[in-house]
C-alpha cells in the first residue's frame, strides 16, 4: 500500500497495472491521486439512501452536467427577449450554433472541423449518410457489419438494402463469433471482407460494440474494406467519449454517433456525423435541406440546392438550440478534460473493476464471465459480464442496493465506470455490494 501511495505523486497510471488492491484506503488513495476528480462535481448524481448512487450507465444515459440547466435557461431568455432576432442576437447566435461545437467535435473524433458536423439524431443520421455512402451497383451490393449490431442498426441497413431494391436477407452479412467465443477475431473480420471481395459496397461497424464492449479495430477495418473497393462506415455511439478515435488518419469514409451516452448530453440529444474530407464537395448525392445550403446564400431562398463545401451540406434542418446547448457545455468538459487523460483513467477504472469482479467471483466461489475483451486496447469503459444461472436476480438486487447497471437480454450485465465522473470509490463499493449478494 506505502508502495502504491508513493507512485501517487506525479504521472502514475501506467505503473499500476496489476497492483489493484481490495481496499476502502486503497480506492481513495487513487482517487486522491486522480487528476479529473474534480470534473465529479460538476455532475448531478441520482440519489439513493441519501447518497449518491453507484452510477455505472455512462454507456446508456450519461449524467447531467450542472452547467447544462444555466446554458438551457440562457436559450429560453434569449428567446425571450429577442425572439426571431434570437437567430442573430443571442449570446450563443442560434443561425450559427452547430459551428460552436465543431472544434470540440472534431479534436473529439479525430477529424478535421469541416469534416463534422452537430445534427439530427443518430439513426437518423445513419440513413443520411447511409444515402450517400451506401450505393448497391450490380453485384457489389452487400453490407457487412458485426454480430449483434445494436438492433437499429440492423433496421437502417436492412431496409435501405430494401429500397434498393434488395434482399436483407442475402445481402445484410454479419460477422460470426467462432463457436465458444464471444468477441469477434480482427483476423476473421478481415477475411470475411476479402472473401466477400467486390460483392461488398459498405462495411459498417460499431466502433465499440453495445452487448460485448469490444472495440473493433477501425484502421484496420478501413483499410481491408478500401483494398477491396467498399466503403467503410463507423457508429461510434459506444466510442464518441470513451475511446480515442482518429477518423480522419484512419481514412474512414463516413461515421456518426449520439450524445446521450457517453457524451452527457442529455436523453434524445443532438447528434454527429463525420464524413472524410475526400468526400466533400464532390457532388455526392445526398439528401438535401436548407441548413445544407451555401450558407452565404440561404436567406435568398433560391430554388437551386448549393451545397456547403463541408460536412455542413448533410445537414437538412435548421439547429436544435435546446439540446445542442447542453451538448455544447458537455463537449466543453470532454475538451478541458481531454480525451488522452480520460483515457488513461478509463484503462484503470475498468482494470479495477475486472480486477474486483474477478476477486469477488472467486470469494464467493460464482461464475462471473466478464465477455468484453480482457486486452485494454480492445475495451473502452464498459465490462459485459454473464453471471450465468443468476443474472437477472443479481441485477435486480444490485438495483435495489443503489448500483445503476444496465441489463441486456438473455442475459448479461453491463456496467460502464466513465472517468468523466465515476470514482475508483464508486467501484469499490460496487465490489462491496456485488459480494455481499453473491455471499
Ligand atoms: C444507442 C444506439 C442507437 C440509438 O439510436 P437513436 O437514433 O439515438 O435512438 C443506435 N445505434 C447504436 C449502435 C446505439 O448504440
Known amino acids: 500500500m506505502e508502495q502504491v501511495v508513493a507512485l501517487l505523486s506525479g504521472y502514475f497510471w501506467p505503473t499500476l497495472m496489476n497492483t489493484f488492491e481490495n481496499s476502502l484506503s486503497f480506492a481513495q488513495a487513487l482517487d486522491g491521486a486522480d487528476p479529473l476528480r474534480s470534473f465529479r462535481d460538476e ?46 442576437q443571442a449570446q450563443h447566435p442560434w443561425v450559427s450554433y452547430h459551428e460552436e461545437l465543431a472544434g470540440n467535435t472534431a479534436r473529439l473524433v479525430g477529424a478535421k472541423e469541416e469534416e463534422v458536423v452537430v445534427m439530427n439524431q443518430l439513426t437518423s443520421n445513419l440513413h443520411f449518410l447511409l444515402v450517400s455512402f451506401f450505393r448497391p451497383d450490380g ?4 453490407i457487412l457489419c458485426e454480430q449483434r449490431p445494436f438492433p437499429s442498426d440492423t433496421y437502417a441497413f436492412a431496409s435501405q438494402i430494401a429500397f434498393h431494391g434488395g434482399d436483407p436477407e442475402t445481402d445484410l452479412v454479419e460477422v460470426k463469433a467462432r463457436a465458444g467465443e464471444h468477441v469477434l477475431r480482427t483476423e476473421d473480420i478481415l477475411a470475411k471482407i476479402e472473401e466477400l471481395g467486390d460483392e461488398l459496397a459498405l462495411v459498417c461497424f460499431g466502433g465499440v460494440n453495445f452487448y460485448t464492449g469490444q472495440v473493433f479495430d477501425m484502421a484496420a477495418i478501413t483499410n481491408a474494406a478500401h ?23 484512419w481514412d474512414a469514409d463516413f461515421a456518426c454517433w449520439c450524445s446521450y451516452k457517453y457524451l452527457n448530453s442529455g436523453p434524445g440529444s443532438v447528434a454527429g456525423a463525420f464524413i472524410h474530407e475526400r468526400h466533400l464537395n464532390k457532388g455526392l448525392p445526398l439528401f438535401a435541406g436548407w441548413w445544407g445550403h451555401d450558407k452565404k446564400e440561404r436567406f435568398k431562398m433560391e430554388p437551386t440546392f448549393k451545397p456547403m463545401p463541408t460536412a455542413e451540406a448533410w445537414q437538412v434542418s435548421n439547429a436544435p438550440v435546446f439540446s445542442m446547448a447542453v451538448h455544447r457545455v458537455a463537449l466543453e468538459q470532454f475538451d478541458r478534460a481531454g480525451m488522452e487523460r480520460l483515457r488513461e483513467k478509463s484503462e484503470q477504472l ?44 443479481l441485477f435486480d438486487a ?29 467501484v469499490y463499493r460496487f465490489g462491496v455490494i456485488l459480494k455481499e449478494l453473491l455471499a
Not at 46 to 59: A, E, F, M, R
Open 43 to 88: 455532475f448531478h448524481f441520482p440519489q439513493h439512501d441519501g447518497g449518491p448512487v453507484v452510477y455505472l450507465t455512462g454507456n446508456s444515459l450519461g449524467l447531467q452536467p450542472r452547467a447544462a440547466a444555466a446554458a438551457l435557461k440562457q436559450e429560453l431568455d434569449d428567446w425571450a427577449r429577442f425572439g426571431v432576432e434570437g437567430h442573430f
Open 139 to 142: 453485384k457489389r451490393k452487400k
Open 227 to 249: 483494398a477491396v473497393g467498399a466503403i467503410a462506415g463507423f457508429d461510434l455511439a459506444h466510442a464518441a467519449g470513451n475511446v480515442r478515435l482518429k477518423l480522419h488518419d
Open 350 to 393: 475498468t482494470g479495477y473493476l475486472a480486477f474486483l469482479i474477478d476477486a469477488v467471483a472467486k470469494e464467493t466461489n460464482t461464475n462471473l464471465e466478464v465477455i468484453t475483451p480482457s486486452d485494454p486496447a480492445e475495451r473502452g469503459c464498459q465490462l459485459s459480464v454473464f453471471a450465468h444461472g443468476k443474472g437477472r436476480d
Open 398 to 426: 444490485l438495483t435495489k442496493r443503489g448500483v445503476i447497471a444496465d441489463w441486456r437480454e438473455p442475459n448479461v450485465i453491463r456496467m460502464a465506470p466513465v472517468p468523466m465522473y465515476n470514482s475508483f470509490e464508486d
